[in-house]
């Protein structure tokens, strides 16, 4: 274990471990072309944390307000990263789940292989350019937008947002589900075999009613939903 308060922490490189315990209040953490057979676990108060090229059983990180950055880090279990107010950046990065929490901080970056991603910021921006095939892809922000230009998954894709908008291009899954309170959902060429979009209650806006009135809800959101996935972006037909 390694811990210090305001200085910074460099791991060199080609070294291996066990496992890694590193602790730092405000100073920076770098660790590059390491690999450990166990954990390598990191916890950090505000300053930043920049791994490259690390072979791990699992990365465990928390943090208040310092940027994590990993850069062909490859984990056989997972990643787990908890942040405040700090970034979260992949890339060409992976492991076999990924659960990542943020609080005002962005979550960016490019996977490798197939996972379960679980991605939840409350305020910051989620840019996800691509998901390839596998597991189920969960991603919620509070009041942040969700754009995926491009999002591939074999299974499930859950998208939640309270205020923020959801658009979501190029999609390829099982199911999707959409919900948000007050934002707007976007979707274009999707090519899903189900299709829910849901009220901030769960409730299937595109589930047939028992009334008349529940009926007529059905059949608006439904022509929404036809026009935006033939039309895209156009405002009208052609």
């Known amino acids: 274990a390694i811990k210090e308060d305001t200085g910074d922490i460099e791991v060199p490189k080609d070294f291996k471990f066990g496992s890694i315990d590193i602790a730092t209040s405000t100073g920076d953490i770098i660790i590059a072309g390491v690999t450990c057979e166990d954990d390598i676990v990191i916890n950090v108060s505000t300053g930043k944390a920049n791994l490259t090229d690390i072979k791990c059983k699992s990365l465990i990180s928390d943090g208040s307000t310092g940027d994590i950055s990993l850069k062909n880090v490859i984990a056989t ?95 390829s899954c099982e199911t999707m589900d959409c919900m948000t309170d007050t934002g707007d959902i976007k979707l274009s060429n999707a090519e899903c075999e189900q299709i829910r979009l849901k009220t901030d209650t769960g409730e299937n806006l595109l589930d047939p009613g028992e009334t008349p009135s529940e009926n007529t809800r059905f059949l608006v959101f439904l022509s929404a939903l036809i026009k935006a996935l033939t039309y895209g972006d156009e405002t009208s037909p052609p």
């Open 77 to 171: 279990e997972k990643f787990s990263i908890e942040r405040s107010t700090g970034d979260i950046t992949f890339d060409s990065a992976d492991a076999a789940n990924i659960l990542v929490k943020t609080d005002t901080g962005d979550v960016t970056g490019t996977l490798l292989s197939d996972k379960i991603f679980f991605t939840e910021t409350d305020t910051g921006t989620v840019n996800v350019p691509r998901s390839t095939t596998g597991g189920k892809c969960e991603i919620t922000t509070d009041t942040g937008d969700m754009h995926l230009p491009q999002l591939m998954s074999g299974k499930e894709t859950v998208l939640r947002s309270n205020t923020g908008d959801i658009r979501c291009e190029n999609a």
